[in-house]
Each structure stands twice: as structure tokens, then as C-alpha cells.
T-cell receptor
Framework: GAVVSQHPSRVICKSGTSVKIECRSL??????MFWYRQFPKQSLMLMAT?????????EQGVEKDKFLINHASLTLSTLTVTSAHPEDSSFYIC????????????FGPGTRLTVL | DAKTTQPPSMDCAEGRAANLPCNHS???????VYWYRQIHSQGPQYIIH???NNETNEMASLIITEDRKSSTLILPHATLRDTAVYYC???????????FGQGTTLQVKP
């Protein structure tokens, strides 16, 4: 079946540094991918839509200059958390639709970011 | 997209059927009902979706009422590995944007 991977699975960084998270679709192409954030004991919150070959679209309240998204190929989207602070510590999850016209999504395993 | 209402938590005995309800009284005619689940510290997993007919796959069955204002996800023989948060989401099916509510935490007990 379709698989979405994320790398790294866990990262710890110092405050003020930038962290890049990769999301790959392993056996299908995805012109669109999605990035979510999940704080402890909370639900997933959609952050942005990553579009291959064009700019990402961000949900209201999400700072585009802080969360840089690049969708350079049909199988790879990256999320860079710039100048990370402790409040950015969270579980970041990406997803990709298997088919263009459905909301049947395949999710990555998530990346646990801890900012010290 | 329409909102959904789910009970915050449910228990189920191992081997028994787990019936998870979802209310979506404001669902539009072109919106589907999707179910996902999230096992602790993992990414969500797609389970099943439907428009108005009942659906069944290898994981679960989805029963949608005739007026489409509610639905039930059925796990026919729950196992301990089915312990997870289950999310019911309604969506038009063509945006890819899934809006997650709080879901139902299902605890399967031995």
C-alpha cells in the first residue's frame, strides 16, 4: 500500500536554530501534501498545504516566515521551522492524498520536535 | 466543512464489537464521512469513508443513517491494538484538507 515517510522521527535542538523535516511519498506521486501540528493531548491542527511547483498555502494564524515549506518534487515536501523556540516543540505530521480527488490521506509517522 | 460531534471516550471488551457514533447534523449533500484513527504517538491511519451507502472493508464497517445526520463506525472484533483515538471527519472529498475534531478515545480492555 501507499506509504508516507518522515525524517527525522525525533529531533532535539537549541532555541534559535532551524530544523528541517522531510516528508516523502514512497510509492506514489503527490502534487499536494499537508502539514499538521499536534500538541500533547490535543487534536491535529492543519498548518499548511504544500503544492508542488508553487507556493504553499497557510492556514489562518500560521506564520509563513517561520514555517517554510518547499515542495520541490512530486515525492518530497519539506517543512523548516526557523528560529525555533520552546513553544514550537510539538509533533509534526505530514500527509498526502493517494488520489487527487479524494480526502483519503496517507499520513507520515510524525516528527517529534523538542526545542530546548 | 461541517462539524462533527463524538463522545470523548469509550471502552470496549476485547473480542467484542466496538460501535463508535458520530453526529454530523449539518452535513451537506456532497460531503463524505471519513474515519481515521491515531494510535498513540503515530500518524493517523485511514479507516473507511462513505457518502450515503453503508460501507465495509477489511478494517471496519460504516453505517450512515438515511438522513445522513449521523453515522457509526463498527470494529467487529476489537483487539487491544485497536486502542486509539478515532476521528470522524466530514469533507467534500476534493480539497484534501482534513479538519480534525477531538475524536473518541477507544480503550479496548482484556
Amino acid at each position: 500500500g501507499a506509504v508516507v515517510s518522515q525524517h527525522p522521527s525525533r529531533v532535539i535542538c537549541k532555541s534559535g536554530t532551524s530544523v528541517k523535516i522531510e516528508c516523502r511519498s514512497l510509492d506514489f506521486q503527490a502534487t499536494t501534501m499537508f502539514w499538521y501540528r499536534q500538541f500533547p493531548k490535543q487534536s491535529l491542527m492543519l498548518m499548511a498545504t504544500s503544492n508542488e511547483g508553487s507556493k504553499a498555502t497557510y492556514e489562518q494564524g500560521v506564520e509563513k516566515d517561520k514555517f517554510l515549506i518547499n515542495h520541490a518534487s512530486l515525492t518530497l515536501s519539506t517543512l523548516t521551522v526557523t528560529s525555533a523556540h520552546p513553544e514550537d516543540s510539538s509533533f509534526y505530521i505530514c500527509s498526502a492524498p493517494r488520489w487527487a480527488d479524494t480526502d483519503t490521506q496517507y499520513f507520515g509517522p510524525g516528527t517529534r520536535l523538542t526545542v530546548l | 466543512d461541517a462539524k462533527t460531534t463524538q463522545p470523548p471516550s469509550m471502552d470496549c471488551a476485547e473480542g467484542r464489537a466496538a460501535n463508535l457514533p458520530c453526529n454530523h447534523s449539518t452535513i451537506s449533500g456532497n460531503e463524505y464521512v471519513y474515519w481515521y484513527r491515531q494510535i498513540h504517538s503515530q500518524g493517523p491511519q485511514y479507516i473507511i469513508h462513505g457518502l450515503k451507502n453503508n460501507e465495509t472493508n477489511e478494517m471496519a464497517s460504516l453505517i450512515i443513517t438515511e438522513d445522513r445526520k449521523s453515522s457509526t463506525l463498527i470494529l467487529p472484533h476489537a483487539t487491544l491494538r485497536d486502542t486509539a483515538v478515532y476521528y470522524c471527519i466530514v469533507s467534500s472529498g476534493n480539497t484534501g484538507k482534513l479538519i480534525f475534531g477531538q475524536g473518541t478515545t477507544l480503550q479496548v480492555k482484556p
